[in-house]
Structure formats: structure tokens, C-alpha cells
């Protein structure tokens, strides 16, 4: 499980079934524990019905050789939950 920064998102998509693609170290030592999910996570819906503290972050990768991604980062435990970036995001569950 990720940090009880991001715990209620991991939970809530854990919960509606949506498949975990990754979980691990992602691509740093700076990183503990980032889940990836296969959907895509509109961030702003999701911040305007979860109280997330400060430390908790946007991130948005938009890759050209190494994949896409986006989702929220803890800046304090350095976890993540992620999803597809919206440019891969046609056909995928979209959580809001």
C-alpha cells in the first residue's frame, strides 16, 4: 500500500476493480511505491471530492520513447498512484 497520503485514491480504484499495471520502485531511488492503474485519473474531479494534504502533488509525464503517465505524488514518502496520460486514455475507465 502506498503512504496514507494517497491511500484513500489506492483504495477506492483497488475497490472498483480497475487492474494494477505496475507496483514498485518506479524508475528512481527517489521513488518508494508507485501503483499504476489502468484507467486515466482526471485530477482536478478527483481534488475537488478527496482532501488531500499539501504534500500531495499533480504529476504529468507526457514520454516520447518511455511512456505517459499522470496521477498524484506524495513529496514527502515519494509514492505515487497513476494512471494513463489523457493522450492514452480513449477506451480506458476515466475516474473523476
Do not use: Q
Not at 496521477?71 to 494512471?83: E, I, K, N, T
Amino acid at each position: 500500500m502506498v503512504c496514507e497520503h494517497l491511500v484513500m485514491l489506492e483504495r477506492e480504484l483497488l475497490g472498483r476493480g480497475i487492474a494494477v499495471t505496475s507496483r514498485g520502485r518506479a524508475w528512481s531511488d527517489n521513488c518508494r511505491e508507485w501503483v499504476y492503474f489502468d484507467c486515466y485519473l482526471n485530477i482536478p474531479m478527483i481534488r475537488k471530492r478527496i482532501p488531500f494534504d499539501a504534500c500531495v502533488k499533480d504529476h504529468e509525464h507526457l514520454g516520447t520513447h518511455d511512456g505517459s503517465e499522470a496521477g498524484l505524488v506524495c513529496s514527502v514518502h515519494h509514492d505515487a498512484v497513476m494512471g494513463v496520460h489523457k493522450k492514452d486514455s480513449e477506451g480506458r475507465t476515466e475516474i473523476s
